[in-house]
Each structure stands twice: as structure tokens, then as C-alpha cells.
């Protein structure tokens, strides 16, 4: 799966809380599992971690796994 890197517009805003993302620590985050689309850009770490949570985009993904199951591999 191939995807073009670019270098952000200097005004760029962060997908959670607004903040010009050069202000800070920038991240760039892209969901590749289908089509690589428009990449989110966050100020920091922090910014991510709660978009994350508020979304609930780690529901049912490998932050759940229980490796004692007996479905585990």
C-alpha cells in the first residue's frame, strides 16, 4: 500500500483541539486499512491519545486482547 508524504500548510490546525499544529509537537495520522485517505494532523501526543478515546477507536482492537482465552492463538 503506497501513500504520499507532504509536508503540512504552515497554518495547519490540530483535529482535535484547533491549535496550529507547528506551535508544538505535530503528529500526522492516517488510517491505512482502507484507501490510506486524508491524513489527521495533532498538535501533540496528548491531542491524539484523546481524540482516541472519545471516539473509542481502540474498541475491540488489540488494547482488549486477553491472551489467556482459548480463542488466543
Do not use: K
Not at 1 to 25: E, N, S
Not at 33 to 41: K, N, V
Amino acid at each position: 500500500m503506497t501513500t504520499t508524504v507532504a509536508t503540512p500548510v504552515a497554518d495547519q490546525t490540530c483535529a482535535y483541539c484547533g491549535a496550529h499544529i507547528f506551535d508544538h509537537d505535530p503528529i500526522c495520522v492516517r488510517d491505512c486499512t482502507a484507501d490510506c485517505g486524508s491524513p489527521e494532523y495533532f498538535c501533540n501526543h496528548a491531542c491524539l491519545a484523546v481524540y482516541i478515546d472519545e471516539n473509542s477507536l481502540t474498541t475491540g482492537d488489540a488494547c482488549a486482547w486477553t491472551p489467556t482465552q482459548n480463542d488466543c492463538c
